[in-house]
């Protein structure tokens, strides 16, 4: 007896979600049926025009270099390269495995961020640069939005203390800092999982520089 009465209830809960949903479908259908050609003809207009900002915000990141990870060669570089783009990731590197993985990774995130401009310097080359932004620790991010270091990732010890940390941990740091979109319309990131740099290193040679 007391199932029967628990069977009733669901099935009276059910029926109540399944009307609602009817009754918010017959609502939007209502509401297109109110859209006149006029109206969409203005949709379409204004769609048409986010696209054409958006392509010409693309052209434009990608003439300043965005979309690839490069090597920026001086100091004075480092200050006209900021100077043009809104949001960059600079790294502060010498030739070690540490360095190695971490441009492993931003390889990868400059080629799906393309709305922000990932590049590198060598912190031993670039005395002046490296005093003045407090760079002790290598690697060092630089993580920099209008011109001025908002932040640092300094190290690995965000990423979990050791090299092996994954590309995705790597870019929800950049993301909580803002100086890259996580998921937005600037994004090119692909659905396929990206594997941790030591995987890739052996499983596909394609990736490396």
């Not at 495995?97 to 931003?106: A, E, I, T």
């Not at 998921?183 to 692909?190: M, Q, T």
Request: with cysteine; glycine share 2%.
């Amino acid at each position: 007896m007391a199932n029967r009465a628990v069977q009733e209830i669901i099935e009276q809960q059910v029926l109540t979600v399944a009307k609602a949903v009817e009754d918010k479908l017959d609502e939007e259908i209502a509401a297109l049926d109110r859209v006149d050609d006029d109206d969409l003809e203005v949709l379409r207009e204004r769609r048409l025009q986010q696209m054409k900002k958006m392509a010409e915000k693309r052209s434009r990141w990608i003439s300043l270099g965005h979309g690839e990870y490069t090597e920026i060669p001086s100091e004075k570089d480092f200050f006209s390269a900021v100077k043009a783009s809104d949001r960059v990731v600079c790294h502060f590197y010498r030739e070690n495995w540490p360095c190695k993985v971490v441009d492993k990774h931003l390889s990868i995130l400059a080629k799906q961020h393309i709305e922000t401009r990932f590049m590198k310097i060598n912190a031993e080359k670039s005395p002046f640069l490296a005093e003045k932004l407090k760079i002790v620790v290598l690697p060092t991010l630089a993580l920099i939005k209008n011109a001025k270091v908002d932040d640092y990732v300094v190290g690995f010890d965000e990423l979990g203390g050791k090299d092996d940390f994954s590309t995705e941990e790597l870019e929800e740091r950049l993301a909580r800092a803002q100086v890259i979109f996580f998921e937005g319309e600037a994004s090119l990131k692909s659905s396929a999982k990206t594997r941790s740099v030591r995987q890739s290193s052996k499983d596909d040679s394609s990736d490396s520089e």
